[in-house]
């Protein structure tokens, strides 16, 4: 699969002028494409202001001159705003503080990207120097809008989301092959790429043996790091069913506080996402356990389970940038009522159902609770997403059973 034409919908997003002086800070898992992201936009404003922080020679440099970007920005072209690109500076003592230093020095005319993973996200939770000096946005990996090179705007939600069901529904044709590439090979660049079952099965391993042991250990003070690794097998099982730590500390022979304390820290260095349950004060829908899924679906041999979790980010990215480009909230659930009746998801705008949906391997009839759970909801449209090619079957109220190939691209 060709990827060199790909534009990332978050570039339409993360620089925007309307979002003026504040840092971009982009986070998300490793090897989704933030420096290509970051790289890219650059070049657009013809800029070769790169700095990775991973590199000794930028680090001496800091140390030799600290304001070497006013060097810098005297030899480059003169521009009334330049851009600049700081690629892994989260990984430097006192990163904050440095980062806070050169905004507040040069603010009136450079903008600047900063790319990173975990602590990037991590530091919001505390009081920081940075506040009010930067925007956090989030980079995942390729959906297949994406892949297929659509407009960022053709995703953007309708006035309701009885139209946009209508407008995905109206698609022209089906991207099956494209679809069943990144089932196959995950949404991350460079597996997608080569389009390789060997060369994703060894990409998939060090991958995974990367992220724990140098991301995990890197934030925590985890000592038995072989056990993260038997949590993200374990995990792997359990994709689409509610969390239960209880289960899974039993199998990894850990206490439930340690078991705790792994998932929060798979969380925090992005190898896995979570979506909570939704919850309504005096309705039948019920307080559980999260649900968890993989940045890289293809960990998950379940097929029923993978494409479930494929669905997941699909919608997790959609709703992300949602948020980002219009003046709505909106969040990615998942739904169950007292009876133990379970829909997949529900996306919510400020706070209120808006569409609910289930993903399937194969286009089944509608089970009657999922009905029941959009009439909950308060009548909300329902989609029945299914990875079976050549499905479209629109029902009444809104209800609606389509190939992803199809509702996705």
């Known amino acids: 699969m060709s990827m060199r034409a790909i534009r990332r919908f978050l570039d339409a997003t993360a620089f925007s002028e309307r979002f003026g002086r504040q840092m971009r800070l982009i986070a998300g898992p490793r090897q989704c494409g933030k420096t290509t992201l970051a790289k890219g936009a650059l070049a657009r404003f ?14 001496r440099r800091y140390r030799a001159e600290e304001d070497f970007l006013e060097s810098d920005l005297l030899q480059s072209k003169p521009r009334s705003i330049s851009w600049v690109c700081f690629d892994e ?43 009010g000096r930067y925007l956090l946005f989030r ?34 044709g089906f991207a099956q092959k494209t679809m069943e590439e990144l089932l196959a090979h995950s949404g991350f660049p460079e597996p997608l790429t ?3 079952a060997v060369f994703h099965k060894k990409w998939g391993e060090s991958y995974l043996e990367y992220v724990v042991r140098q991301d995990v250990r890197d934030l925590s003070r985890i000592l038995h790091i072989e056990k993260v690794l038997d949590l993200v097998y374990a ?5 689409g069913s509610p969390l239960s730590v209880n289960s899974l500390r039993e199998d990894i022979e850990v206490n439930f506080a340690t078991a705790k304390n792994y998932i929060k820290y798979l969380l925090m260095v992005y190898a896995v996402f979570d979506l909570p349950p939704f919850t309504k004060r005096g309705s039948r829908l019920v307080k559980k356990e999260r649900k968890i899924y ?3 679906w293809t960990r998950v041999a379940d097929q029923a389970a993978r494409f479930e979790n494929y669905v997941a980010l699909e919608l997790k990215v959609r709703t992300e940038m949602w948020s980002d480009r219009t003046e709505d909230d909106f969040s990615l659930f998942h739904l169950r009522t007292r009876d133990g009746a379970e829909t997949d998801f529900l996306i919510t705008q400020n706070g209120s159902p808006w569409l609910l949906l289930e993903a399937k391997t194969s286009a089944v009839p509608i089970a009657p609770h999922h009905l029941r759970h959009a009439e909950l909801a308060g009548e909300v449209p329902f989609v029945q997403i299914v990875r079976e090619p050549g499905i479209l079957r629109a029902g009444k109220g809104g209800r609606l059973t389509v190939s992803a190939s199809r509702f996705f691209s």
């Open 194 to 196: 080569k389009g390789d």
């Open 46 to 59: 013809r800029s070769n202001l790169y700095y990775n922080w991973d590199e000794k020679k930028i680090r």
């Open 139 to 172: 980079l995942h990996p390729l959906i297949l809008a994406e892949v297929l090179g659509a407009d960022p705007d053709h995703i953007l939600p309708e006035k309701d989301a009885t139209a946009y069901v209508e407008k995905a529904a109206a698609a022209k």
């Open 89 to 131: 500076i989260h990984k430097m003592p006192r990163w904050k503080d440095i980062l806070k230093g050169l905004f507040d020095a040069h603010e009136n005319r450079v903008r600047f990207i900063v790319t990173g993973s975990a602590r990037l996200d991590l530091f919001r939770s505390s009081g920081d120097s940075l506040s």
């Open 235 to 239: 995990l792997s099982s359990r994709v």
């Open 294 to 296: 993989f940045y890289d």
